[in-house]
DNA sequence: TTCCAAATTTGACATGGATCAATGCAGCGA
DNA sequence: TCGCTGCATTGATCCATGTCAAATTTGGAA
């Protein structure tokens, strides 16, 4: 399998011992600028497990408690299975961002790598606890997972409430906010995902998602270029058709 | 406009003052039991807004600014509005609860109330710099906010990959463990919501989810009486049905 | 107790997106 | 550069849920 292949030979050459400590310095850098190098630092150093996923594989955690996992490079997607095997993309992070991955929850939740990537995981509770002590780090985490809970309303009331183009039209505004690159009026955007991750996100099949690209292309909203580069010609029309206020 | 007038009688034998004490201390020994007394409650005080809410009003925020809102007594809805008056409702809550409801995102947020209910609204940003001094508080507000976050996330399953009964008996099990009696193998229910509630809660049409409560019905995993009164005969097999793993 | 408005239930029909089935194309390895 | 493999696109058909239209029931008000 050529990603396992990748993966080995990247970890080789990029020296496995190196990357954890830069991983976890730039963790304690956004997360809690304040307390480097503190008895905080260290305790919170000896719960992190680093690792390197490679892309399409899973993050191993323990299924019996949640778990928190900084993603320090790399695009990760944090799927739900409910039975039968039916997969719910719940949300997309990328590099800088902090995951809660919940256990034991109605649905089973697993964070898989859409590129390769390093990541920091922590068990939650322990974690927590540590944080306790530092307002300043636990101000951080509450106002990421607000966010997180703020996409997650947004991304609700898309899968409630708009159709297949709007939901295509939401998406892509979204990521263009989040790894496009902007130029005046218009975006460009790498998307690490295929089209078959987008409609688990979405709620949709692969099927209508190309659909609703061809569309969107008929429209003139958008270029696409091989299987990942989209180009946003008129992101704020774009918006429109997502139903945005 | 009969909700109206209950409202003002409400607020006229309730005396208007007393609630308000009541209301704070009730939300301080809930958020943080330590700080009981101290100049941090004191500076919460002073930002807390207590109202009184009546049945199918929406709680007055400022538009400009993100809120938090603390719900001392009865039930409320949290309503996004994408364009075209499409309505999804995005989470419900009970007494006891605190709600992040943001201002300015994508979708136009806002709390409704269910029933009568008193509650205490914060403005966000002031609310969480004065938390940043009591780490336990802090800690309160993250653990609450990673929750309403799974519950979210939960609910993102249901409306991106479920179809109607599963998401009706997704919403009555997770109702049940919210606000149910529970009895062994039994569970009874008195849902504050409506119908048409529970459809724009689920991404669903009012005559849909009519449908699949006579469904319920027929299969005996559901007794109903009048319109707001649930008795689930076997919640075990109705989370069978909605899907959870 | 009776009445009424609003909520709910039920039925008939329409439709957006799912499903099934080819076909085309991109990106990788030889 | 060529060819292979898996992803993406396109087309035809089906079905779950939406939409429109009555009945029927509920719970409060007179």
């Not at 409910?82 to 949300?91: D, M, N, Y």
């Not at 902090?98 to 929850?105: E, H, K, N, Q, R």
């Not at 209508?208 to 292309?217: D, G, K, M, N, V």
Request: charged share 20%; with cysteine.
């Amino acid at each position: 399998m050529p990603t396992q292949m990748e993966h080995v030979s990247n970890r080789l050459h990029s020296m496995p011992a190196a990357p954890c400590k830069n991983l976890f310095d730039a963790f304690l850098r956004a997360f809690a600028p304040s307390s480097e190098k503190n008895e905080i630092a260290c305790a919170l150093r000896k719960l992190a497990q680093p690792m390197s996923i490679g892309k399409g594989r899973t993050v191993p955690l323990d299924p019996a408690q949640d778990a928190l996992v900084y993603i320090g490079s790399g695009a990760m997607k944090l799927i739900a299975c409910a039975s039968s095997g039916r997969e719910q993309i719940v949300a997309f992070h990328f590099a800088g961002e902090l995951v809660s991955v919940p256990a034991g929850a109605w649905h089973s939740y697993g964070l898989c790598a859409l590129t390769e990537s390093d990541v920091l995981t922590f068990p939650a509770d322990p974690f927590l606890e540590v944080a306790a002590a530092e307002p300043a780090f636990l101000g951080v985490l509450l106002e990421r997972s607000l966010a997180a809970l703020h996409r997650c309303r947004d991304k609700a009331v898309g899968l409630g409430r708009k159709n297949a183009q709007e939901r295509l039209a939401s998406f892509l505004v979204g990521m263009a906010g989040r790894i496009g690159s902007i130029e005046p009026g218009k975006c460009l955007l790498e998307l690490p995902m295929s089209r078959r991750d987008i409609g688990d996100s979405l709620g949709l099949t692969i099927e209508t998602i190309s659909r609703q690209f061809s569309e969107l292309r008929q429209s003139d909203l958008i270029e696409t270029t091989g299987r990942s580069r989209v180009l946003l010609r008129d992101p704020a029309a774009l918006a429109k058709r997502a139903g945005h206020i």
